[in-house]
């Protein structure tokens, strides 16, 4: 059985800017991941697995040093856009109308799972959860 758990945040300015660029990241990985899903739902009419191209996403990760993301969350992120694909094709096959999986603009991602705390740590950000 999976346990999740929620905590309520009181951030500082600087945690607060933190924060929200680690959310903008995360809404940048969605975006891009759905669009590769995207384009070769296009080219070929079949779908893919949005965890496909993690090795992209694990090597533009490390290229990258500023980044707050994790290995760990950014897989969640793939996942959570695998669900979404996974149940529009669900739809389409049961006839239903499906949603595709849409774009997630600024106000339309609001969480994201992140399971270690050393990024954040290093990014200045104090506490702990």
């Given at each position: 059985m999976k346990r999740t758990y929620e905590y309520r945040l009181y951030p500082r300015?600087?945690?607060?800017?933190?924060l929200d660029l680690l959310l903008e990241?995360?809404?940048e990985v969605y975006n891009r991941a759905l669009e590769q899903c995207k384009n070769v739902y296009e080219a070929t009419?079949?779908?893919?697995r949005a965890i496909n191209p993690w090795s992209y996403f694990r090597d533009w990760r490390?290229?990258?040093g500023d980044l707050l993301?994790?290995?760990?969350s950014l897989q969640h992120t793939l996942?959570?856009?695998d669900k979404a694909f996974?149940?529009?094709f669900r739809r389409v096959k049961a006839g239903e109308t499906p949603g595709?999986?849409?774009?997630?603009?600024?106000?339309?991602?609001?969480?994201?799972a992140y399971t270690h705390l050393r990024r954040w740590r290093e990014a200045g950000l104090r506490g702990s959860l």
């Open positions: 300015k600087a945690e607060q800017k933190a990241q995360h809404r009419g079949t779908g893919q490390n290229a990258y993301l994790n290995a760990s996942r959570r856009l996974g149940a529009f595709y999986p849409r774009f997630k603009g600024k106000d339309r991602l609001k969480s994201i």
